[in-house]
C-alpha cells in the first residue's frame, strides 16, 4: 500500500514537472467555447479555426478548449480557470460572455483577451466580429429570385442588433427584385435548439415561406426545408450535406485567418487591443457555392458579392426608411454608419412584423 | 442459485454510514477503466477532479460559490420532501426572486439611494419566490391539483417573464439592444467576502440556512411535524397535525430560500439581470437534496461535492484535454453508484438457492 501511494506520488511530480517544462516553452491559447464542438454550427466553426491554427503554429503554441459554457453565473469561472491553467490570449466566442471577460480581464491586465461579438473593450480585451449582413444581402437577392410564394421564413434566434440588421438586409435585397415581397419572422429564441429549430421551419413552412433563413446555429431546419422540397440558407457552416438538393447558399464563418494572425501577433509582442469588424474583402467570413439555382440567379448572387467586396454596393445605402415609413438619419453619409448597423434596433419598411421589445 | 435483494427488517444503520464511501469507491473504479480506455492516465485525471481543485485558494472559493445557490434550494426542497410535498419548480422561483430583487436595484440605478437597496433586494426575492410557490401550493391545497405539474409548468412562466422585462422595459439603455439590464450599482451588489475573489456574503447567508434547518428539523415541534406528515401520514392525523398547513408552509420555505438564492446570485457573481442566470440550479439542487438525503448538514456537503464536480471537470478538460462529456458521465455513474448504494440500507443481497414449487407460486 505504502509502495503503490509512493509510485502515486512519483508519479505526480514527474507529470507535474514534464507539464511545466512543455508550458514553459510554448504560447498558451485558450478558447471558451457556447455549445458542444459538434454542433456543426457556430462553435464548430470556431473549433475548425482553432485546428487550423494548431497546424499553423503548432509548434510554437499549446491551445485548450472549454466547451459548452453557459452564458452565465459560470462563463467567469471559466475564463479565469484558463488564465490561471497560463492561457497567455484567450477568445470567448460568444456575445454572452462580454461582461465576464471584461471582468477576469481587468483582474489580469497581463493576459490579452480577444471577445467575439461583443461591444465593451480594453487595453488588454479585443473584439472582433463579421458583416454576415454582406451576406444576407446577397441571400435576399438570391431568395427573392427563388421563391414563387413571395414569402419567406426566417428564424431568428434572438431579436439583438447582429440578427436584426441581418433581417433588414435580406429584406432590403429581396425588395430590389420583388417589391411586394414577405417575410414571416419566428424567434426561437436560441442560438442553438435542433428541436426548437425544426418546429420553427416546420411552422414558417404552413404559413406559405418557401425559402427558409436561419439565424440559428444547427442544420435542422434545412433537414426539414429537404423532407419539404422547399429551399433555405445554411448558417455558420456548409450545410449542404443536410440538403443536397436544398442548399442555396451558407454564410460560412472563417475565423482561420484572424485567430492565426491574432496569434501572430501575441508571439511578435505586437498584439493591441482592436475592434475588428471584418466583411467579404477582409475574409471574416465567405459564401459557400451558389448551388440549386438557375444560372441567372447564381450570376445576380456573384455580382453583387464581387460588388460588396469591392466596396461598390453597401446593402444599408441612403435611404434607408423604417416601418413607420420615416427616413432612418443617415450618419455615415451615403450608407448607415457603422454604429447605427451595430446597434440596429428597427424594422425597414416592408417587414409585417412587430420587433420584440420595441 | 441466484441473487436477490430481500428487505432488511430494520435499516442499517453501518451501511447508510458506509454506502457514500461504497460509491465514491466503485465510481472511481469505474471511471480508472473508462479513462484508461481514453488512454489517458487513470491518476493524473483523477488527481486533476478531485484533488487539485481542493488545494488552492481560489478553487475552494469557486466551489463555494458554486454551492451556495444550490445548497440554499436544496435545504428548502428537502423540507418540502420530508413533508412529502413536491416542488419541482425551484428553478421559476429562483427566476422570481431573481426578477423581483432586481426591480428595486433597476428602479434605483443611478439614484443616490443608500445602503437599504441590497437588504431591501433580499427581502422582496424571498417574498416573492414564496408567493410563486404558494400557487401550486393552494392548487393542491383546495383543488388537489398535482404540485409536480404545477410547480413546473411556473418555471417556464418565470423564465419568459424574466426575458420579457430584459428585451423590454429593463433593457440596458446603452446595451445596443442587446437582453440585460446595466450593470447593478454597487449598493444593490452583494459584498465580496475576499478581495479580488468571488466569495460572497451569499456563501454565509447559505450556511445560516444550514443552520437554522438543523435546528428546525432537529429541536422543533414544527420540525417533528413535518417529519411525521412525510414519514406517516395516517399517524399525523391521529396526532391532529394538518398536513395541508405544512404543504402551504414548506413550500412558501422552500420558494422563499430559492428566490434568495436567485437574487444572490444576480446581485453576486453575475452582477446584472440577464437571461441564462440558472444553469439549472433548481433542477440540480432536487439531485443535491436527496444525495444529501434530506438532512441538512449532508445536503451542504452534497453541495459542496456536487460543486467540486463542476470545478474538477473544468480543470479535467484544461490539464487533461478530458472532453466535457466524460465529466457528464462521471456525475451520472456517481449518482448512479450513490442511489444503488443506498437501497442496500433498507435492502441486502441474499443467495437463493431455487425451489420449483416456490417458484411456480411466485410465477
Known sequence: MRKSLLALATGLLLAGSIGAASAADKLKVGFIYLGPIGDLGWTYQHELARQALVKELGDKIETTYLENVPEGPDAERAIEQLVRAGNKLIFTTSFGYMDPTLKVA???????????????RDKNMSTYSAKWYQGRYIQGLIAAKMSKSGVLGYIGSFPIPEVVSGINATILAAQTINPNIKVKIIWANTWFDPGKEADAAKALIDQGADVIMQHTDSPAAMQIASERGKFAFGQDSEMIKFGPKTQLTSILDTWAPYYIERVKAELDGTWKSEDSWGGLDSHMFAMAPYTNMPDDVKKIAE?????????????????????????????????LADGQILGMNFYVKGIDDKLPGK | MQLVLEKRAERSNTIALISPLIAIGLTIVTMTILFAILGKNP????????????????????IAVKATPLVMIAIGLSLCYLANAWNIGAEGQFLIGAVAGSWIAVKTQGTD???????????????????????????????????????????????LLLDYLVRGPWRDPNGFNFPTTAEFDPVATVPLLIEGGRLHLGSIIALL??????????????????????AAPRAARFGGFNSNQLILLTFAISGALAGLAGIIEVAGPVGHLQPGISPGYGFTAIIVAFLGRLNPIGILIAGLFL??????????????????????????????????????????FKLVFPNRQVARGAG
Open chain 1, 106 to 120: 481587468k483582474k489580469y491586465p497581463n493576459v490579452h483577451f480577444e471577445h467575439a461579438t461583443g461591444y465593451k
Open chain 1, 303 to 335: 455580382d453583387a458579392q464581387a460588388a460588396i467586396t469591392a466596396g461598390k454596393l453597401h446593402p444599408f445605402k441612403c435611404p434607408v426608411v423604417g416601418q413607420d415609413g420615416k427616413e432612418i438619419e443617415c450618419k455615415g453619409g451615403a450608407n
Open chain 2, 43 to 62: 491518476l493524473l485525471a483523477l488527481q486533476a477532479y478531485f484533488i487539485a481543485p481542493l488545494t488552492d485558494g481560489y478553487s475552494l472559493q469557486e
Open chain 2, 113 to 159: 439611494a443608500g445602503v437599504w437597496v441590497l437588504p431591501a433586494m433580499l427581502v422582496l426575492a424571498a417574498a416573492a419566490g414564496a408567493l410563486y410557490a404558494l400557487i401550486p401550493a393552494i392548487c393542491k391545497v383546495k383543488f388537489g391539483a398535482s404540485e409536480i405539474l404545477t410547480s413546473l409548468m411556473l418555471v417556464y412562466v418565470a423564465d
Open chain 2, 209 to 230: 440556512v444550514v443552520a437554522a434547518a438543523a435546528v428546525l428539523l432537529g429541536r422543533t415541534i414544527k420540525g417533528f411535524e413535518i417529519r411525521v406528515v412525510g
Open chain 2, 307 to 348: 460543486a467540486l464536480t463542476f470545478i474538477g471537470g473544468e480543470q479535467a478538460q484544461i490539464a487533461m484535454k478530458i472532453p466535457l462529456d466524460v465529466t457528464k458521465v462521471f456525475q451520472g455513474i456517481l449518482l448512479f453508484y450513490v442511489l444503488a448504494c443506498d437501497s442496500l440500507i433498507l435492502y441486502r
